[in-house]
T-cell receptor, first 114, second 110 residues
Framework: DTAVSQTPKYLVTQMGNDKSIKCEQN?????MYWYKQDSKKFLKIMFS???????INETVPNRFSPKSPDKAHLNLHINSLELGDSAVYFC?????????????FGEGSRLTVL | QKEVEQDPGPLSVPEGAIVSLNCTYS??????FMWYRQYSRKGPELLMY????GNKEDGRFTAQVDKSSKYISLFIRDSQPSDSATYLC??????????FGAGTRLFVKA
């Protein structure tokens, strides 16, 4: 039973299109994140939600809009896709109570913009 | 200056070698120091976690933190081909934001 699951695993799309990635965690964690990993493997935080409330919003273009319908789900919608959006997007979750810094990651959603 | 610096490698070693991976950082507020391992086409997974300075050992893995030098290390003893992966250091001040290094690609040759 997968702890953090993301769909879809692969997306190939044209510039200018809109796409969404969904994430679900069954760990009972309070906090969820979106990270972006570029071709050089650099992993950078984009957003974080704690109990459905946005708490981290890094300098990400407003074409990216996260949504957390409940604390087990965090989705990412991207409008007007650009070539530079090509990357692997990872969803992660963490437990806040007794914080240890451990993040649990999904397997990633590989986005290719043509 | 980046908050966390990590040599991306690649680092290639023979099986059985001792591997040393390290990161330097600039923000003295970091208190939680972690190493994640990422296999190809997979998400990162936590390998080692250390709070504040000191050493921590887990099997073949040892994590070291030197806060005075702002330097963290991961040692792998008796390295195995199955250790071939990207190793990312990660740091946190105690809040929601974890900062990752660029990751070092490690290849262990049989």
């Amino acid at each position: 039973d997968t702890a953090v699951s993301q769909t879809p695993k692969y997306l190939v799309t044209q510039m200018g299109n809109d796409k969404s990635i969904k994430c679900e965690q069954n760990l009972g964690h309070d906090t969820m994140y979106w990270y972006k990993q570029d071709s050089k493997k650099f992993l950078k935080i984009m957003f974080s939600y704690n109990n459905k409330e946005l708490i981290i919003n890094e300098t990400v273009p407003n074409r990216f809009s996260p949504k957390s319908p409940d604390k087990a789900h965090l989705n990412l919608h991207i409008n007007s896709l650009e070539l530079g959006d090509s990357a692997v997007y990872f969803c992660a979750s963490s437990q806040v109570l007794g914080y240890t810094g451990e993040l649990f990651f999904g397997e990633g959603s590989r986005l290719t913009v043509l | 200056q980046k908050e966390v610096e990590q040599d991306p490698g690649p680092l290639s070693v023979p099986e059985g070698a001792i591997v040393s991976l390290n990161c330097t950082y600039s923000n003295s507020a970091f208190q939680y120091f972690m190493w994640y391992r990422q296999y190809s086409r997979k998400g990162p997974e936590l390998l080692m976690y250390t709070y504040s300075s000191g050493n921590k050992e887990d099997g073949r893995f040892t994590a070291q933190v030197d806060k005075s030098s702002k330097y963290i290390s991961l040692f792998i003893r008796d390295s195995q081909p199955s250790d071939s992966a990207t190793y990312l250091c990660a740091l946190n001040t105690g809040g929601f934001k974890t900062i990752f290094g660029a990751g070092t690609r490690l290849f262990v040759k049989a």
